[in-house]
């Protein structure tokens, strides 16, 4: 292996590869050593938020098959958009683990920033609609332990919003 090359240098460029046809609004799940990269893009930050849990979910299983039958609302906060980011798919794994859920259809239906210096926090309102997991209908694919911050980035490029991050499976 030549200096400066690595599974790092590797992932990096797979993840170059997955930017550069990446749609917006889209996801896609980039390579990573040993958990999961989603890097999600929308025209606005909540439009980004929701392909961002449409990205976990296509990890779950087959998003496709999941019916709305079921909604549930995640009302969350983070003293910046990196905290928002992993309380919004930390609460929506909650339901996954408590109740059994996935999800196909997520609506973010405001992210503000509430008020002022030290004491400023952002806000997040959203619903998210899916039906308990069924083996028989559903494909099993991979279960999610957690959110991490690992290799998160929240960036507003060329237009359009861009989160990213690791989930560990």
């Given at each position: 292996?030549?200096?400066?090359?690595?599974?790092?240098?590797?992932?990096?460029?797979?993840?170059?590869?997955?930017?550069?046809?990446?749609?917006?609004?889209?996801?896609?799940?980039?390579?990573?050593?040993?958990?999961?990269?989603?890097?999600?893009?929308?025209?606005?930050?909540?439009?980004?938020?929701?392909?961002?849990?449409?990205?976990?979910?296509?990890?779950?299983?087959?998003?496709?098959?999941?019916?709305?039958?079921?909604?549930?609302?995640?009302?969350?906060?983070?003293?910046?958009?990196?905290q928002l980011?992993?309380?919004?798919?930390?609460?929506?794994?909650?339901?996954?683990?408590?109740e059994?859920?996935?999800?196909?259809?997520?609506?973010?239906?405001?992210?503000?920033?509430?008020?002022?210096?030290?004491?400023?926090?952002?806000?997040?309102?959203?619903?998210?609609?899916?039906?308990?997991?069924?083996?028989?209908?559903?494909?099993?694919?991979?279960?999610?332990?957690?959110?991490?911050?690992?290799?998160?980035?929240?960036?507003?490029?060329n237009?359009?919003?861009?989160?990213?991050?690791?989930?560990?499976?």
């Amino acid at each position: 292996m030549a200096a400066g090359e690595g599974p790092y240098e590797d992932i990096e460029k797979e993840l170059r590869k997955v930017l550069a046809e990446l749609p917006c609004p889209g996801f896609a799940h980039a390579p990573h050593t040993a958990d999961v990269l989603i890097v999600a893009r929308g025209r606005s930050l909540e439009e980004a938020f929701e392909q961002a849990a449409l990205g976990v979910y296509e990890v779950v299983t087959d998003t496709s098959k999941v019916e709305p039958r079921v909604e549930r609302r995640v009302e969350t906060s983070g003293m910046d958009l990196y905290q928002l980011l992993y309380r919004w798919i930390e609460d929506l794994l909650f339901y996954t683990d408590s109740e059994g859920l996935v999800f196909s259809r997520f609506k973010v239906e405001e992210i503000k920033r509430v008020g002022e210096g030290d004491e400023a926090e952002y806000q997040l309102r959203a619903r998210a609609w899916g039906e308990k997991f069924n083996p028989d209908k559903h494909l099993h694919r991979t279960i999610v332990k957690a959110m991490t911050y690992a290799m998160m980035e929240i960036v507003k490029e060329n237009g359009c919003w861009r989160v990213q991050f690791v989930i560990d499976i």
